[in-house]
């Protein structure tokens, strides 16, 4: 029985090896398959799509904030926090002009894509001229969802 055991153990142990080394092997011979574009060679290759904050969490203020979108970039998502007590009106200018507004106490973001490089200027206002909250910006080299 103890040798059934061995047995067993050592036929297991070579199965496992054994398919370890075929699945490395059919890996190989995909990353080596010429059907496949290499790097530089002209082909198509999917690029990741780059996304970075412009602004982040800053501070709402009656006068505003500025921010560039550079060349290559080609969409941008604003989301704004309003903490009054009252909807808050928010216009980006620059590019095509956008206005949207925020219910009181809440938060909403607003995506631009095919967006023009350039300066952009968001303003904020309540019908009262008190305003308060946070805003980030996310700029992307593509169209974002």
């Not at 199965?15 to 699945?23: E, F, G």
């Not at 219910?103 to 490089?117: I, M, Y």
């Not at 303003?123 to 593509?142: K, M």
């Amino acid at each position: 029985m103890k040798g059934l055991k061995k047995f067993l153990c050592m036929s297991m142990v070579l199965c496992a090896l054994s398919m370890t080394c075929v699945a490395g092997a059919a890996e190989a011979a995909v990353v080596d398959d010429p059907a496949l574009a290499q790097a530089g060679s002209g082909e198509t290759e999917i690029m990741p799509m780059a996304t970075r904050y412009a602004l982040r969490n800053v501070a709402i203020t009656s006068s505003g904030r500025t921010w560039r979108l550079v060349d290559g970039d080609r969409a941008y998502v604003i989301t704004v926090s309003n903490t009054t007590n009252q909807q808050m009106k928010v216009t980006v200018t620059g590019g095509s002009p956008t206005t949207f507004y925020v219910p009181a106490n809440s938060s909403r973001s607003v995506t631009k894509n095919n967006a023009a490089s350039g300066t952009y200027r968001v303003s904020f206002s309540t019908s009262s001229g008190a305003v308060s909250g946070t805003f980030s910006v996310r700029v992307s080299d593509d169209n974002l969802v």
